[in-house]
């Protein structure tokens, strides 16, 4: 017996389109909001994104520190969101710049960000 898997489709958006539906802030990657958004992915570890993340996805985080821009390139990542207000430090900011990948904030926590872009991406 043969069984059929259905996957279920979701919408592709711009990182700049993100932005503007859930009125993020952009601290730095600018000339990366043009980049398309393929799903999310949550963790603080950075292990498991390197091991988890995929192309194309937005990364949703509260770590700050210059070895997340290293995992965001590696994976080729649409996004970084910092959750809480949270800003990355200088030397994230400039490695965020060189890269073109960008760092946003949102004062939301992470469950609320993660499922607005669920529902953005699955609408």
Sequence with gaps: MQSQIEHKKHLYMKVRELVEKLNLKVVSG???????IDGCYVSDLLSDVMGNAEMGNVW???QTHKNVMAIASLKELACVILVKNLMPSDDTIEQSNEEGIPFLTTDMQTYETVGKIYQLLNA
């Design 60 to 62: 949703v985080t509260l």
């Design 30 to 36: 600018e000339n990366g909001l043009d980049r398309d």
